[in-house]
Structures are given as structure tokens and as C-alpha cells.
């Protein structure tokens, strides 16, 4: 089991960056698939970005594709959300969730979820 932590939301104007950190409890981590995904208020939540165990592999959605870049280092346990180019509309709560299965392309429910972090654009 993996117990995950997101951290670095805040406000920020639009056309600004953020960077978001998903940190992980356990030293299996290096095989957890992760996946970021945001729910704005009102709104489903949608998958925004997946990145495979190894990291040799990426997902975006459209939306955010060109504009948020995931990465992660496995020596420290640590997946992140660059996020660059931020517009209002990017304005939700951002969880990641980590699996075995190898899922990076889609959101999960019975992945390991965090917690979230608030994320506010103004215009």
C-alpha cells in the first residue's frame, strides 16, 4: 500500500506557473503508475495527466496538453505537475493516485488517491 501527498496548490494570476508535488509513503513506489486528475467545483472530475512507472511514459488530456508537463524522480518518491500557461478555467482541486496495474491513461477509483491540493487562477 502507498500513501500519497500533494502539495504546492495555491493561487496564482493567469498565464502563471505552478508546480504541483505528489509525494508517496513506501519503497515500492517505483512501481506505482500515477496519474493526476482535477475536479473543478460543479464539475466530474477529469484525468489531466499519467505518468508509467518507469516514467518512460506520458498522458495528457487535451486540455492541458502543450502546457503541463509530468515528471518524476523515484529516488525521492516524488511525482510532479509542472503547470505553465494557467488560465482560470484550470481552477479545481488536483489529486494524484497511484496503482499496480500500470494505468497512467485514465482515472481510477480504486487507485491509492491523495488528499488534493486547491489550485486558484484569477483572470
Known amino acids: 500500500q502507498v500513501q500519497l501527498v500533494e502539495s504546492g496548490g495555491g493561487l496564482v494570476q493567469a498565464g502563471g506557473s505552478l508546480r504541483l508535488s505528489c509525494a508517496a509513503s513506501?519503497?515500492?513506489?517505483?512501481?506505482?503508475?500515477v496519474t493526476w486528475s482535477r475536479q473543478a467545483p460543479g464539475k466530474e472530475r477529469e484525468f489531466a495527466a499519467g505518468i508509467s512507472s518507469s516514467g518512460g511514459y506520458t498522458q495528457y488530456a487535451s486540455t492541458v496538453k502543450g502546457r503541463f508537463t509530468i515528471s518524476r524522480d523515484n529516488t525521492k518518491n516524488t511525482v510532479y505537475l509542472q503547470m505553465s500557461s494557467l488560465k482560470p478555467e484550470d481552477t479545481a482541486v488536483y489529486s494524484c493516485a497511484g496503482n499496480l496495474r500500470g494505468n497512467y491513461y485514465r482515472l481510477a477509483s480504486d487507485d491509492y488517491w491523495g488528499q488534493g491540493t486547491q489550485v486558484t487562477v484569477s483572470s
Open positions: 513506501g519503497r515500492t513506489f517505483s512501481r506505482y503508475a
